[in-house]
């Protein structure tokens, strides 16, 4: 079993930044690729950034490239998603997750574990 928490979400002005941070428990954290997922009010979970677990592949959603950084210090069991330049659109509950496997980290089936999620968000 892992357990994941996040935190570091709020409320925030377009154009702001925030800085989610997922801590990890339980099983060995360094062997799991770590996944940022979001959903908005009636939508899908969509993909939001992933990083192998080593932090050598990462991974980011057309949404996010060029404003959100994915990383991740396996020494604190803590994976960040740091979020600039923010939009309303990027409102959302934010999620990490885990998953055992190298592939597919785009998709929410390759996960196994999933935090409880924290809420961002932005205004106008």
């Known amino acids: 079993q892992v357990q994941l928490v996040?935190?570091?979400g709020g409320l925030v002005q377009a154009g702001g930044s925030l800085?989610?941070?997922c801590v990890a428990s339980g099983r060995t954290f360094s062997s799991y690729a770590?996944?940022?997922?979001?959903q908005a009010p009636g939508?899908?979970?969509e993909f939001v950034a992933a990083i192998s677990w080593s932090g050598g592949r990462i991974y980011y959603a057309d949404s996010a490239q060029g404003r959100f950084t994915i990383?991740?210090?396996n020494a604190k069991n803590t994976v960040y998603l740091q979020m600039n330049s923010l939009k309303p659109?990027?409102?959302a509950v934010y999620y990490c997750a885990a998953s055992p496997s190298a592939y597919g980290l785009t998709m929410v089936g390759s996960y196994d574990y999933w935090g409880q999620g924290t809420?961002?968000?932005v205004s106008s």
């Open 6 to 8: 996040e935190s570091g």
């Open 34 to 38: 770590m996944g940022w997922f979001r």
């Open 43 to 45: 939508k899908e979970r």
């Open 19 to 21: 800085r989610l941070s």
């Open 89 to 91: 659109e990027d409102t």
């Open 119 to 121: 809420q961002v968000t």
């Open 71 to 73: 990383s991740r210090d």
